[in-house]
């Protein structure tokens, strides 16, 4: 028995297979923009890992999950649950599961070890409310809330990233507000590049080029701090909607990009900290880094072995 597990985001895809004694396999990451879509994708990944006969298949995609077509939020991709169970050989489409990215890295927290995560600040060495939150940085901006119960970790599916911007982050940017017209527009890595162009009035750079160029650029180095504030003053404003306690955990490339930076770091642990009416609960709730890149594959991999 084999499962195929992906986790199709914007800009990259994770993969591997789940055996039958548990153990993953063949694990890869394939760049999407080298692909023409999600069936092309896995059928050129199957190839290479052997063609193998699937049982089932979990995929996380970086957009809404429905009963319908499925879209991606950040590219223009989509496929149909009976095409793709059928273009993957599976015996029938509801051996195709499928949830949204978040969920999926959301379910992976209980789960992870000490390699793929670094703390952000000591823990307060409070008790927990069986609560966690994951929060990707990444190609797009999303939420992943998870409670710990009896029977297992129960993740609830978000869309943020197209809300609007908390006032205390539009009070931050001032005049610059307008130019981000939900949370994503700010909150990702084009949201990185949006900003510095913004705040300099010149042409956008890519984040991975602002995040390089920061070591010797000031101007870049002031939008990586700018970025880091405005982030620890939306992990706040998280604390309020979902009370973490287990932990707030940052995820994706853009995340991990600012928090290369060590004083980026010092920066938005003073925006979290900011006062407020739940400062004694935001100050105890352990902020840590997902330091992986491949982390919602043991959410995917948790569920398939649930369904098993």
Same mark, same amino acid.
């Given at each position: 028995?084999?499962?195929?597990?992906?986790?199709?985001? *914007?800009?990259?895809?994770?993969?591997?297979?789940?055996?039958?004694? @548990?153990? =993953?396999?063949?694990?890869?990451?394939?760049?999407?923009?080298?692909?023409?879509? /999600?069936?092309?994708? =896995?059928?050129?990944?199957?190839?290479?890992? &052997?063609?193998?006969?699937?049982?089932?298949?979990?995929?996380?995609?970086?957009? /809404?999950?429905?009963? @319908?077509?499925?879209?991606?939020?950040?590219?223009?991709?989509?496929?149909?649950?009976?095409?793709?169970?059928?273009?993957?050989?599976? /015996?029938?489409?509801?051996?195709?599961?499928?949830?949204?990215?978040?969920?999926?890295?959301?379910?992976?927290?209980?789960?992870? %070890?000490?390699?793929?995560?670094?703390?952000?600040?000591?823990?307060?060495?409070?008790?927990?409310? @069986?609560?966690?939150?994951?929060?990707?940085?990444?190609?797009?901006?999303?939420? %992943?809330?998870?409670?710990?119960?009896?029977? *297992?970790?129960?993740?609830?599916?978000?869309?943020?990233?197209?809300?609007?911007?908390?006032?205390?982050?539009?009070?931050?940017? &001032?005049?610059?507000?307008?130019?981000?017209?939900?949370?994503?527009?700010?909150?990702?890595?084009?949201?990185?590049?949006?900003?510095?162009?913004?705040?300099?009035?010149?042409?956008?750079?890519?984040?991975?080029?602002?995040?390089?160029?920061?070591?010797?650029?000031?101007?870049?180095?002031?939008?990586?701090?700018?970025?880091?504030?405005?982030? %620890?003053?939306?992990?706040?404003? =998280?604390?309020?909607?979902?009370? /973490?306690?287990? &932990?707030?955990?940052?995820? @994706?490339?853009?995340?991990?990009?600012?928090?290369?930076?060590?004083?980026?770091?010092?920066?938005?642990?003073?925006?979290?900290?900011? $006062?407020?009416?739940?400062?004694?609960?935001?100050?105890?709730? $352990?902020?840590?880094?997902?330091?992986?890149?491949?982390?919602? =594959?043991?959410?995917?991999?948790?569920?398939?072995?649930?369904?098993?």
């Amino acid at each position: 028995m084999t499962i195929l597990l992906a986790d199709m985001g *914007g800009t990259a895809t994770r993969l591997a297979l789940l055996r039958g004694d @548990g153990g =993953l396999q063949c694990a890869a990451r394939r760049t999407n923009d080298s692909h023409a879509g /999600p069936a092309d994708l =896995l059928a050129r990944y199957l190839r290479a890992c &052997g063609d193998p006969a699937l049982s089932r298949a979990c995929l996380a995609v970086a957009g /809404p999950v429905g009963p @319908g077509e499925i879209r991606f939020t950040n590219r223009d991709w989509s496929f149909e649950r009976a095409a793709l169970a059928e273009h993957l050989r599976l /015996p029938d489409r509801t051996a195709l599961r499928v949830v949204n990215d978040l969920t999926a890295l959301a379910l992976a927290l209980p789960g992870l %070890g000490v390699s793929q995560v670094e703390d952000l600040r000591p823990a307060g060495g409070e008790e927990g409310n @069986g609560q966690a939150l994951a929060v990707n940085f990444g190609t797009g901006f999303n939420v %992943g809330p998870v409670r710990s119960t009896p029977a *297992g970790p129960v993740a609830l599916e978000a869309e943020l990233g197209q809300a609007a911007l908390p006032a205390v982050i539009a009070k931050e940017l &001032g005049g610059l507000a307008a130019r981000f017209p939900s949370a994503e527009a700010l909150f990702s890595g084009a949201g990185l590049a949006r900003l510095h162009a913004a705040r300099t009035g010149g042409a956008e750079i890519s984040a991975r080029a602002l995040v390089e160029a920061a070591v010797d650029d000031a101007s870049a180095r002031e939008t990586i701090t700018l970025m880091a504030r405005l982030m %620890g003053l939306m992990a706040r404003e =998280l604390v309020a909607a979902y009370l /973490p306690r287990d &932990g707030l955990f940052l995820a @994706g490339s853009m995340a991990r990009g600012v928090m290369m930076q060590p004083s980026a770091r010092a920066v938005f642990l003073d925006g979290f900290a900011r $006062p407020g009416a739940l400062q004694p609960i935001a100050a105890a709730l $352990p902020l840590r880094l997902i330091t992986g890149d491949s982390a919602a =594959l043991g959410g995917l991999a948790a569920l398939a072995r649930a369904a098993q």
